[in-house]
């Protein structure tokens, strides 16, 4: 019975952990978005290792107005094995903007959007090469 | 002859080819039934939804665009009839709860502090009643909102609690509670454009009237499940619809282009070439200012 209890309170306290770690990150991640930017929504990814290197897996919607400058800050969990990245498709299922040049290998931590095609976008997060990871996502709006 | 009469033939074939890749691709239409069957409604995923509530378009949105059109704060716009102490049914706290939402988002821009603190004891009583206080840091908000330097957490506290209030309703089945709550924060962000516009009818506010078409179908998708639930919801889905008629005939086209990219400061900027395009006339934009005034209107007066 001791077990018991013993084994609920440290899953518990995992729990708890795990989810003021990721509390933590993402105020940091707002905090850091710069002073110019005004916070909108936020994103929270936790991926395991993906089986194969197929799109990229964590996917949501999200409406975006024409004459506004957005940015989107990626901030990864110290323990993440990758890094994470972003890409955005409209409504024709066009890329509209990458975090990842994949020519280059550059990883960018942030990208300013200026819109000016209103609409439901698709925003589609992974870590770099499939690998297991946890982070956050930020979109904000810039003066 | 014959090889003149080809080429005249390809060259003509060129043409109308040319001009049927023109850059303006075709606008945005609602879907073609009028209003969304109920069962289609019901066969949308928890995934599904949670999309949808999320791509409301934050009542904050709106007030940084009026902030960038230079126009002044109203205290006129906000819902201040609303008593949180007499609002009877879950229906109407829900509702209401999401009305002083948005006026809490539009009162933190405009960093009205002293009258954000009113809002903040009603948003207090609602929660309470509706068993999801929980997720409001209260004394966190009314520290930050004393607090002008820290806008920016301010938004973020605020915004984060009524994402962690709609996403517990939807996942303890008070789905219909989430559904109002959404309405209500964009019905009072239309409210707010559409009062300003009609006072200060600048073109790209008229334009983010117009293009609430886009996410119209979103709601009513959202609300389907329970047009049949009571009579305060087929009333609200009525309102909808009706809402929906109005924007029949208001236009959105796109024109297609690349988007250009820079670096700057370690990130990247990009800049996008496509745009949309509203059409809509005066009368149509009269027609969804007196729509929207007279729904929010009844709404807030019970």
Redesign the interface.
């Known amino acids: 019975m001791k077990i018991y209890f013993i084994s609920i309170f440290i899953l518990m306290s995992g729990i708890l952990s795990y989810g003021q770690a990721v509390d933590q990150l993402v105020n940091n991640c707002v905090m850091n978005a710069g002073t110019d930017a005004k916070y909108l929504k936020d994103f929270r990814i936790e991926l395991g290792k993906a089986s194969g290197k197929n799109e990229l897996r964590y996917k949501a919607n999200m409406s975006l107005w024409k004459n506004t400058k957005y940015r989107f800050s990626m901030c990864n969990s110290s323990d993440s094995k990758g890094e994470l990245i972003l890409n955005i498709k409209d409504n024709t299922n066009k890329v509209v903007l990458s975090s990842f040049n994949q020519k280059t290998g550059k990883i960018y931590p942030f990208i300013d959007f200026i819109c000016n095609k209103s609409g439901i976008y698709q925003l589609n997060f992974d870590f770099t090469d499939g690998q297991q990871g946890s982070g956050v996502g930020i979109v904000s709006m810039i003066r | 002859m014959k090889r003149k009469i080809f080429l005249l033939s390809l060259f003509i074939c060129l043409c109308f080819s040319c001009r049927n890749s023109s850059k303006k691709?075709s606008g945005?239409v609602f879907p073609e039934a009028d209003a969304v069957p109920i069962s289609e409604a019901e066969k949308l995923s928890p995934e599904a939804i949670a999309?949808?509530s999320?791509?409301?378009?934050?009542p904050?949105?709106i007030a940084?665009?009026l902030q960038?059109l230079e126009i002044p704060f109203s205290q006129s716009y906000l819902a201040s009839s609303i008593d949180a102490n007499k609002q009877n049914t879950n229906v109407d706290k829900a509702l209401k709860l999401g009305i002083l939402g948005a006026d809490l988002g539009y009162l933190n821009?405009y960093e009205r502090t002293g009258s954000s603190l009113d809002v903040l004891s009603s948003i207090r009583k609602l929660s309470e009643d509706l068993k999801v206080d929980q997720f409001f840091d209260f004394e966190s908000i009314k520290r930050l909102s004393k607090n002008k330097s820290n806008?920016?957490?301010l938004?973020?506290i605020s915004?984060?609690s009524y994402?962690q209030i709609d996403n517990y309703l939807r996942t303890n089945d008070r789905g219909h509670l989430s559904a109002l709550m959404i309405i209500g924060v964009w019905l009072e962000g239309q409210y707010l454009a559409t009062q300003v516009a009609s006072q200060f009818p600048d073109k790209?506010l008229c334009?983010?009237i117009g293009?609430q078409k886009?996410?119209l179908n979103?709601l009513l998708l959202l609300v389907s499940p329970y047009c049949n639930r009571d009579s305060e919801f087929t009333v609200l889905c009525k309102d909808l619809q009706e809402f929906k008629e109005k924007y029949r005939d208001v236009k959105?086209t796109?024109t297609q282009g690349d988007?250009v990219?820079v670096?700057?400061n370690?990130?990247?900027?990009?800049?996008?070439?496509?745009?949309?395009v509203v059409e809509m006339s005066k009368e149509q934009l009269t027609d969804i200012i007196e729509i929207t005034k007279s729904i929010r209107n009844s709404l807030i007066i019970k």
């Open positions: 691709s945005f999309d949808i999320k791509n409301i378009s934050s904050v949105e940084n665009l960038t821009m806008l920016d957490s938004l973020f915004i984060d994402s790209s334009d983010r293009e886009i996410i979103d959105i796109y988007p990219s670096e700057k370690g990130g990247l900027v990009i800049t996008q070439t496509e745009t949309s």
